[in-house]
């Protein structure tokens, strides 16, 4: 099994991606799943994050099968 | 309730309507009914602004708007709730949100309605997208609080 991994809005467009696909090896935090794909890169001031379409803390442990996704503050209405 | 998120342009008004007639032929207890309707400017943070893009997260999206509509229902007494949002490409003068509620007295149909909309502006996920008349594009990034009741 495996965990997607989704970006959306500015931050789609400033780490040029949408999605990652991560094999689930063992439970991680959102921050470390990010760490993983991103090396080196910070992650964004008041960036926001979700666990199945939840909101969800960056030190929230995921599991198998979960999508984690990443995004700024939201703009709507 | 219904919850409809919208790729082409919407009449507020046509939507109410046509909703009205068909959930309410048989309540016969609505008092009050509230309406806001979003619509996009020409102007924003300084700028005369051509046209914006709407972004969202399909899934999470609807699943946030449920919740806040369920989060109104416990704290209101609401006979039914209606709310629509735009997204993708979007001219000034066009509709991006309705939310209409619908209660017997309207204290609550006032109350929900916007708490439904603040909390729609700081945790709904939808990012907008400006083209500026010079033809340079900016995400919006200055968040609404959400609503704080007196």
Redesign the interface.
């Known amino acids: 099994m495996s965990i997607k991994v ?1 970006y ?3 931050l789609k467009e400033k780490i040029g991606r949408s999605e990652d696909t991560l094999p689930y090896l063992k439970p991680m935090t959102i921050y470390e799943v990010w760490h993983h794909f991103n090396v080196g890169t910070t992650i964004p001031e008041n960036t926001l994050a ?1 666990v199945n ?3 969800a803390s960056l030190d929230s442990l995921i599991k198998d099968g979960d999508e984690v ?1 990443f ?7 | 309730m219904a919850i409809q998120i919208k790729t082409e342009i919407f009449d507020p008004f046509e939507e109410i309507q046509a909703y009205q007639k068909k959930k309410f032929a048989d309540i016969k207890s609505i008092g009050a009914s509230t309406i806001f309707i979003g619509t996009m400017r020409d102007f924003n943070e300084g700028a005369p602004i051509k046209s914006m893009t709407l972004d969202y997260y399909p899934g999470m999206t609807e699943k946030q708007l449920d919740k806040i509509i369920l989060s109104a229902q416990q704290q209101w007494q609401l006979i039914d709730c209606l709310v629509i949002h735009r997204v993708g490409h979007i001219l000034p003068n066009e509709p991006i949100v309705l939310v209409a509620v619908w209660s017997s007295h309207r204290g609550d149909a006032y109350d929900a309605n916007r708490f439904i909309m603040e909390k729609l502006k700081s945790e709904a996920p939808f990012w907008k997208k400006e083209l500026l008349d010079n033809n340079q594009a900016r995400w919006v990034i200055k968040n609404t609080n959400g609503y704080t009741p007196d």
Request: proline share 12%; charged share 10%.
């Open positions: 989704r959306f809005a500015s979700a379409m939840d909101y996704a995004f700024p503050p939201v703009t709507g209405g």
